[in-house]
């Protein structure tokens, strides 16, 4: 599960689909070993690493996950956002938007997927949810209310805080289009998110990295105490977890 994958990221190895105690092959276990799974590697060192061990058949993600010190069960201490990367994220987004007349319009010039009213209620209700983004705007809220229960699990509803509920939907779908993400801090603390591809080389990954961890840092929540950002690692959609110094993410940050 997503709990299960974000500890073997920390931990030096991936966790989509291989468990602590099922047998590696040859080639995970190559990969695993040519990671220290007790060093923090500076930045350039770990993408250098990430990108020799991205050697799957297709361009695979490049993620990062950031265990923060703080507390979302507690108002004060969510954490949630969107936020556009210098270099987007390689994938184009497919977005659905509940909207009518004009501004359907408006959502269907800027290249949505999927729009439409009760009619998309009714088709998410079947079960048609392949959908990075969902967008609304307020006056659909009544309507897409309805889904709660079905796009909230999914990270899907729409909300006026990371504008995805807004009249504006051609800004909306044009910023998902060009590779925005939304993050979120799990219960755990921990926000995962996706920093481009490997085909992107270390100048790029790079770029989006220290892009990220300085929106990570400017939306600190008020009521975060102590160390905020306590441990960085980074991976490939195959490959094993790297772990970041954060130390030199901030230096990074200093330079850029």
Known sequence: DGNHQR?????????????????????????????????????AEAIGLVLKNATAKF??????????????????????GMTSLPHG??????????????????????????VGAEDLME???????DYDRVIAT????????RLGQILGPKGLMPNPKVGTVTP????????????????????????????????????KLTENLIAFYNEILRAKPSGAKGTYVK????????????KVSVDSLQEEKAAA
């Open 168 to 203: 504006d939907v051609k800004k909306a779908v044009e910023a998902a289009k060009a590779g925005s993400i939304e993050f979120r801090a799990e219960k755990e603390g921990i926000v995962h998110a996706p920093i481009g591809k490997a085909s992107f080389g270390d100048k």
């Open 231 to 242: 441990r960085v690692a980074i991976s490939s959609s195959m490959g094993p977890g790297v």
């Open 89 to 114: 994220t390689g994938k184009s987004a497919r977005v659905a938007v509940f909207a009518r007349d004009a501004k359907a319009d408006e959502a269907k010039a800027a290249g949505a997927d999927k």
């Open 59 to 80: 361009d695979e993600t490049v993620e990062i996950s950031m265990n923060l010190g703080i507390d979302p069960r507690h108002s004060d201490q969510n954490l949630r």
């Open 138 to 145: 307020p006056d659909m809220m009544p309507v897409v209310g």
């Open 123 to 129: 088709d998410m209700q079947k079960g048609n949810l």
């Open 7 to 43: 500890y073997c990221t920390f931990n030096g190895y991936r966790g989509r689909g291989v468990r602590t105690m099922t047998k590696q092959t040859k080639k995970q276990k190559a990969m695993a070993e040519a990671v220290d799974r007790e060093k923090l590697y500076t930045v």
